[in-house]
């Protein structure tokens, strides 16, 4: 009688342990839903690595070795050029200081031996923003590096009340064009198209309408 009792005991334990592991599976995954914290990523190509551009109002610093009195600091011209002595008028806005210091290198081996030239930004007054309209401080401000749309406007104060935040423009002055791109910001900060939280680029004007 004891040995047909067992079994059915064990049966039972086992299908009360089952029960009770399905209630605790259950609460967990309730738990992690209904977390405080949730994590979305949205991945993204790595940006290429691109040497600095020489923009207009950037403050350079062009050093020739052994040479001091050619050697010293310039603002680059509105017309995207600079002067150095011996070397004249050079242009520079367009270029890397790599390029930069080639230029000047095969300018200067006219007038000294085998010049040693390198060239660096001081400042880089070119990499700037403009936002305007709707926003609570506008003006022009330092573009960081890899700086977004979302970034931008914090930096200009965020939105007025009188915002329409759904078309958000963003204009692009290229050589041979200019680029308009309208974005719906609702979107970016609400969080449901992190994609649209577009990279901004030196010289770019944000208009809030």
């Known amino acids: 009688m004891r040995a047909a009792i067992l079994p059915a005991i064990n049966k039972h334990f086992a299908m009360m342990l089952l029960v009770v592991l399905t209630c605790i599976s259950l609460c967990a995954c309730s738990l992690l839903r209904s977390g405080p914290v949730a994590t979305r990523i949205t991945e993204h190509p790595d940006p290429p690595v691109t040497p600095y551009i020489i923009g207009k109002d ?3 610093n062009v050093v020739v070795w052994r ?3 050619i050697s010293g600091k310039t603002r680059v011209n509105t017309d995207g050029t600079i002067t150095v002595p011996l070397a004249g008028t050079v242009p520079a806005a367009g270029r890397s200081c790599t390029d930069l210091q080639a230029d000047l290198t095969n300018r200067l081996s006219k007038f000294t031996q085998q010049p040693n030239v390198t060239v660096s930004v001081v400042e880089a007054r070119s990499q700037v923003f403009y936002a305007l309209g709707e926003v609570k401080k506008p003006g022009v401000y330092p573009l960081g590096a890899g700086e ?3 970034q931008a406007l914090a930096e200009a104060g965020g939105l007025t009340d009188f915002a329409d935040a759904g078309a958000v423009r963003v204009v692009r002055h290229k050589p041979t064009e200019d680029v308009e791109v309208v974005v719906n910001y609702n979107s970016v900060s609400k969080g449901k198209d992190l ?3 577009i990279g901004l680029e030196p010289g770019d004007t944000i208009t809030v309408p």
């Open 58 to 60: 950037d403050i350079l």
């Open 195 to 197: 994609n649209a939280d």
């Open 148 to 150: 977004v749309l979302s």
């Open 67 to 69: 040479e001091p009195e």
